[in-house]
């Protein structure tokens, strides 16, 4: 079965309504910029996007289907060929799941899905292992990511050739931990963090939302809160290992203004340099880091986040940052081009997943009802 496109949507305006009016420290009014043409691509076999990936010269779409089995992946070098990727589910869970992660490594794909089930509907997590023509799940003992003291996974990436799984875990002292699992063979072990810097104490609770390969080593993206008498701090931070079982370093991330609440929920590295994408008191913030000093980025277009809204990942394009923000009335479409921004209107629905493949930007939206819908467009 093949994918295919249907129709071609109108070619979006900039959107001045995802912008605040007048101007704040660290941000901009957007300068007008060229429309984008989003053209919708419909899925074979009513199938609703997940998540999104690419190889070297591939789309990789997780994606959920109506029978058993539900979760689907397909690849292709465009959007009319996409096909089918076979896959093998061994537990239960793992034909009903939905796709959490995706990452590639040349022709290789791993992968963490989960569905819910049990007495309390927690998620039954399950990891996946092949490359473009067959992935099968890679089936673990219950205890490795599920059983007491568990909490919810939220990535993978790999830390050079390896793969590494994020999650959270129960701490020894409180709350929850931030939680790494790597692989050998078939198996994965979850790597201590106690006495390290991804765990919790009493002061700071430690919350890590993306994980992203950072050369041999990797990225981690979050917040830590901080605790004290009569107040609460909620500081945006990063942690960076030089390979898969660290050793961490934590990174405290300068913030607009002194004092809310900041986080950061996406992250992207090309080589040393990696950029992070957040939300400072409801707007958009985003991050620099790299040999130097963190830094947040001035100049962005100021964008308003629904609340709990997340903001995707950032990607790069003919050399260019590129952020997909979520709005009010949809997503805005963020360029850099050195210390310099444009804004122009995103897709409809709120983005939940973007890759560039080529000239293009892909990516995956859903609606208030949770349907979801893959979309593309070529960006000049």
């Given at each position: 079965?093949?994918?295919?496109?249907?129709?071609?949507?109108?070619?979006?305006?900039?959107?001045?309504?995802?912008?605040?009016?007048?101007?704040?420290?660290?941000?901009?009014?957007?300068?007008?910029?060229?429309?984008?043409?989003?053209?919708?691509?419909?899925?074979?076999?009513?199938?609703?996007?997940?998540?999104?990936?690419?190889?070297?010269?591939?789309?990789?779409?997780?994606?959920?289907?109506?029978?058993?089995p539900?979760?689907?992946?397909?690849?292709?070098?465009?959007?009319?060929?996409?096909?089918?990727?076979?896959l093998?589910?061994?537990?239960?869970?793992?034909?009903?799941?939905?796709?959490?992660?995706?990452?590639?490594?040349?022709?290789?794909?791993?992968?963490?899905?989960?569905?819910?089930?049990?007495?309390?509907?927690?998620?039954?997590?399950?990891?996946?292992?092949?490359?473009?023509?067959?992935?099968?799940?890679?089936?673990?003992?219950?205890?490795?990511?599920?059983?007491?003291?568990?909490?919810?996974?939220?990535?993978?990436?790999?830390?050079?050739?390896?793969?590494?799984?994020?999650?959270?875990?129960?701490?020894?002292?409180?709350?929850?931990?931030?939680?790494?699992?790597?692989?050998?063979?078939?198996?994965?072990?979850?790597?201590?963090?106690?006495?390290?810097?991804?765990?919790?104490?009493?002061?700071?609770?430690?919350?890590?939302?993306?994980?992203?390969?950072?050369?041999?080593?990797?990225?981690?993206?979050?917040?830590?809160?901080?605790?004290?008498?009569?107040?609460v701090?909620?500081?945006?931070?990063?942690?960076?290992?030089?390979?898969?079982?660290?050793?961490?370093?934590?990174?405290?991330?300068?913030?607009?203004?002194?004092?809310?609440?900041?986080?950061?929920?996406?992250?992207?590295?090309?080589?040393?340099?990696?950029?992070?994408?957040?939300?400072?008191?409801?707007?958009?913030?985003v991050?620099?880091?790299?040999?130097?000093?963190?830094?947040?980025?001035?100049?962005?277009?100021?964008v308003?986040?629904?609340?709990?809204?997340?903001?995707?990942?950032?990607?790069?394009?003919?050399?260019?940052?590129?952020?997909?923000?979520?709005?009010?009335s949809?997503?805005?479409?963020?360029?850099?081009?050195?210390?310099?921004?444009?804004?122009?209107?995103?897709?409809?629905?709120?983005?939940?997943?973007?890759?560039?493949?080529?000239?293009?930007?892909?990516?995956?939206?859903s609606?208030?009802?949770?349907?979801?819908?893959?979309?593309?467009?070529?960006?000049?």
């Amino acid at each position: 079965m093949r994918a295919g496109l249907v129709g071609a949507v109108v070619g979006s305006a900039v959107l001045l309504g995802a912008c605040t009016q007048g101007t704040e420290e660290g941000r901009s009014p957007a300068p007008a910029v060229a429309q984008l043409t989003w053209e919708r691509v419909a899925l074979p076999g009513s199938l609703a996007p997940e998540t999104l990936a690419t190889t070297t010269d591939l789309v990789v779409v997780g994606a959920h289907g109506p029978g058993r089995p539900r979760p689907h992946l397909l690849v292709g070098p465009d959007a009319t060929t996409l096909r089918e990727v076979a896959l093998t589910p061994r537990s239960p869970y793992a034909f009903e799941a939905h796709w959490f992660g995706i990452t590639t490594h040349g022709d290789r794909i791993d992968a963490i899905a989960g569905a819910r089930g049990g007495a309390h509907g927690n998620y039954r997590w399950s990891t996946w292992s092949g490359d473009t023509k067959g992935v099968a799940e890679q089936e673990q003992p219950f205890g490795v990511f599920g059983s007491y003291g568990a909490g919810d996974l939220a990535g993978i990436a790999y830390a050079g050739d390896a793969p590494v799984v994020l999650g959270a875990w129960q701490s020894q002292q409180t709350g929850m931990d931030v939680a790494t699992w790597t692989r050998t063979g078939n198996r994965w072990a979850r790597v201590p963090s106690t006495g390290t810097p991804l765990a919790s104490t009493a002061q700071e609770l430690a919350d890590a939302r993306v994980v992203t390969s950072r050369g041999d080593g990797m990225l981690l993206g979050g917040s830590v809160t901080h605790l004290a008498p009569g107040a609460v701090e909620v500081e945006p931070v990063a942690w960076s290992a030089p390979g898969p079982s660290g050793p961490w370093a934590r990174v405290g991330l300068p913030r607009t203004g002194d004092s809310g609440t900041a986080e950061v929920q996406g992250a992207r590295c090309t080589g040393d340099r990696c950029l992070l994408t957040g939300v400072t008191d409801g707007h958009l913030s985003v991050w620099q880091v790299d040999a130097g000093t963190p830094r947040e980025l001035t100049g962005i277009p100021a964008v308003e986040i629904p609340e709990n809204g997340s903001v995707p990942s950032p990607v790069t394009l003919a050399g260019n940052d590129v952020v997909v923000a979520p709005t009010a009335s949809g997503s805005t479409v963020l360029r850099r081009n050195g210390e310099s921004w444009t804004s122009t209107g995103g897709p409809s629905g709120t983005p939940t997943s973007v890759v560039t493949h080529g000239d293009e930007l892909w990516v995956v939206t859903s609606d208030d009802s949770g349907a979801t819908t893959l979309w593309r467009a070529r960006v000049a």
